[in-house]
């Protein structure tokens, strides 16, 4: 399943950036930002591996700054959907259609309580931090926070993150090429790792799923 499953996804991030360059980096992740769970784990550091690689693109060769700038500015892409959906729907709208993009509601409500502990900053900070960053727009929508700070918050806090993994994903090209014993440690554990990817995917998807399952047979509240 491995050998079939993680060729694909990483097939696609590869030729969508390989053909579109920093375009493809920012649309994939708009995917993200936009609550739909392709994580930025995955594409930043293969966008960083295009980088050592001098991957020729629509736009050239990539640099790792730009590749940051970039995810960061699709970040901010896909959170527009994510904020007005918060803003005009707000928590009813999101608990009746969330489940159709996999949104799990204890997701959504991390996300809220940490938008409430921290305020406008949550977005800045919530931005370097995993299934919150995906999330934190809904709750910054629904408080009708103000669309230049939101946006400004976003991209502050999502350029380091996307730095550190195209940076990691640079990193790790270099040492497969040049560190024999990189290649040899990766070969070893082979199998361990893509079952460990592999699992946690299936693991996301299914409570997810059963969260979908579960709001889509909750009766709806009677109206009075």
């Not at 499953?5 to 995917?31: D, E, Q």
């Not at 736009?59 to 994510?82: E, F, K, M, Q, R």
Request: glycine share 8%; hydrophobic share 55%; with cysteine.
């Amino acid at each position: 399943m491995a050998d079939k499953f993680l060729p694909a996804i990483f097939h696609f991030i590869i030729a969508t950036i390989s053909a579109t360059g920093y375009l493809g980096v920012a649309l994939l992740m708009a995917i993200e930002s936009g609550c739909i769970p392709l994580p930025s784990e995955v594409i930043m550091p293969f966008a960083g591996y295009l980088v050592y690689i001098h991957q020729p693109t629509l736009t050239g060769p990539l640099s790792l700054v730009w590749v940051a700038v970039a995810g960061a500015i699709g970040c901010n892409l896909g959170s527009i959907v994510a904020y007005w959906i918060g803003a005009v729907g707000g928590r009813p709208f999101i608990n009746r259609y969330g489940r159709f993009v996999l949104l799990n509601q204890r997701d959504l409500d991390h996300a809220e309580r940490f938008f409430a502990r921290h305020g406008f900053l949550a977005v800045f900070i919530g931005r370097l931090l995993p299934v919150v960053r995906t999330f934190i727009a809904l709750p910054a929508g629904i408080a009708r926070m103000s669309q230049v700070r939101f946006h400004l918050y976003t991209f502050l806090g999502s350029l380091p993150w996307c730095y550190l993994l195209a940076y990691i994903g640079m990193r790790l090209g270099r040492a497969w090429d040049t560190d024999p014993r990189f290649k040899a440690i990766y070969h070893r554990f082979q199998l361990a790792i893509e079952v460990a990817i592999v699992a946690a995917i299936v693991w996301f998807i299914w409570t997810h799923w059963k969260n979908r399952t579960r709001v889509a047979e909750t009766p709806a509240p009677l109206e009075r």
